[in-house]
């Protein structure tokens, strides 16, 4: 099965710093990838779709990017309000696994 | 306006059974894959189970596979999840999802039922 490696685990920026995630799948995922935010306590939200479409509402300083198997989620300029765990799906065939997460909080 | 609310969580002892149920409204139920996914405590995201909108297509985590069992109702715009044999490893909040457009994935969730396999 693919596996879903996402670095860094946690990482901890200061407000207007870019941020940039990675997410790996050991196979090819024809770009079906997915972000998404998990706020404390709070359901998942989709960020972004097919490695680089952005979800309608989702703030524009969220980018994705990348295709096959090497994917980048980017937050431009970090605000308070995405403190959150980031998490990335593949969901081209099963199993749609997701990556481990990543934390990111605020220096 | 997208809704999904989960019901039929609780307690349940290991060994036990439990059948969540997914309303849907909002959308064109009947067009849409969709999907449970779990979540233990202070863990990751766990993809379970999903079902696929055109045909009758099902996919199982190997977690879960020969246990749980994810049927549809279109007629009632209802997903279900029956569970089976739990263990405690199973405890988790079980969200259901929509597909993402008419792929898998989850554009929209459901506030999620809490699952506590215990005796």
């Known amino acids: 099965d693919i596996q879903m490696i996402q670095t860094p685990s946690s990482l901890s920026a200061s407000v207007g710093d870019r941020v940039t995630i990675t997410c790996r799948a050991t196979?090819?995922?024809?770009?079906?990838l997915a972000w998404y935010q998990q706020k404390p306590g709070k359901v998942p939200n989709l960020l972004i779709y097919?490695?680089?479409t952005l979800q309608s509402g989702v703030p524009s300083r969220f980018s994705g990017s990348g295709s096959g198997t090497d994917f980048t989620l980017t937050i431009s300029s970090l605000q308070p309000e995405d403190v959150a765990t980031y998490y990335c799906?593949?969901?081209?065939?099963?199993?749609?696994?997701f990556g481990p997460g990543t934390k990111v909080d605020i220096k | 306006e997208v809704q999904l609310l989960e019901s039929g969580g609780g307690l349940v002892q290991p060994g036990g059974s439990l059948r969540l149920s997914c309303a849907a409204s909002?959308?064109?139920?009947?067009?849409?894959?969709m999907s449970w996914v779990r979540q233990a405590p202070g863990k990751g995201l766990e993809w379970v189970s999903s079902f696929s909108g055109v045909g009758s297509t099902t996919y199982y985590a190997d977690s879960v596979k020969g246990r749980f069992t994810i049927s549809r109702d279109n007629s009632k715009n209802t997903l279900y999840l029956q569970m089976k044999n739990l263990r405690a490893a199973d405890t988790a909040v079980y969200y259901c999802?929509?597909?993402?457009?008419?792929?898998?994935?989850?554009?929209?969730w459901g506030q999620g039922a809490l699952v506590t396999v215990s005796s």
């Open positions: 999802a929509k597909g993402i457009q008419l792929w898998f994935g989850g554009d929209y």
């Open positions: 196979q090819d995922t024809s770009n079906f």
């Open positions: 097919g490695a680089s």
């Open positions: 799906q593949k969901y081209n065939s099963a199993p749609f696994t």
């Open positions: 909002g959308f064109t139920f009947s067009s849409y894959a």
